[in-house]
């Protein structure tokens, strides 16, 4: 319940505060009551997304893929440079993952792979197409419990985050289908969740030597609810 109510306000504030900034700090301020106490690796984990999805971002923002309506900075309003460490601490708080075994060699090529659509390729089918592939033999190759339960859970949140998004007009995209997402916002998505568990987690778990090395851990899970 205290991670719906978290996305619920997450919601509520993206529509209805006024102001790029105001929409900041609200959300900041709601975060770290919902997410208290915030461990040391999960506060780390919140920038480095955050900071990471900002090049992202602007990669796509520069290829047209999307754009937003009122930017502040790199194309892009003041809270978008915090909602993706928020997006994987929410799912990691609710999903709660156990740990993979293994290296994370695998998974970080697929990171690499998966990323570059996104970046380079601005047409909406062709985009759908090679994310959906990427994602389809990232299940082929992980598909625990846990595998499926981070890439649907993400999904939903990709889609709640989306369809409020563009309805209120925060952000659109060039030439949208019907309900103004195009179809790929599903792959992004889910595809994030995957990598989230099998990427993200085990190097804030392991640290990135442990993780890539592939030193033996016990799931122990990501957090607390």
Request: proline share 6%; net charge neutral; with cysteine.
């Amino acid at each position: 319940m205290k991670m719906l109510s978290a996305l619920g306000v997450t919601l509520v504030v993206l529509a209805f505060v006024p102001g790029n900034l105001l929409k900041t700090l609200v959300l900041l301020g709601a975060w770290g009551v919902f997410f208290w106490p915030l461990q040391r690796k999960e506060a780390i984990l919140f920038v480095a997304m955050s900071l990471l999805f900002v090049v992202m971002n602007y990669g796509a923002l520069d290829r047209g893929v999307f754009f937003f309506t009122d930017p502040d900075l790199l194309l892009m309003p003041a809270f978008e440079f915090v909602m993706w460490g928020f997006y994987v601490l929410w799912l990691l708080r609710t999903v709660q993952p156990g740990v993979p075994a293994g290296s994370i060699r695998v998974p970080l090529a697929l990171a690499v792979v998966f990323s570059l659509p996104f970046m380079l390729v601005p047409d909406h089918v062709l985009l759908l197409v090679l994310s959906g592939s990427v994602v389809l033999v990232g299940l082929i190759l992980f598909h625990e419990r846990d595998d499926l339960m981070c890439a649907g859970v993400m999904a939903l949140l990709g889609a709640a985050i989306e369809y409020v998004g563009t309805g209120v007009g925060l952000w659109g995209y060039s030439n949208p289908p019907a309900g103004g997402v195009p179809f790929w916002f599903v792959t992004m998505w889910s595809g994030i969740g995957l990598l989230a568990r099998r990427l993200v987690l085990p190097i804030m778990e392991r640290g990135w030597k442990g993780a890539y090395t592939g030193i033996r851990f016990t799931p122990t899970g990501a957090g607390h609810d």
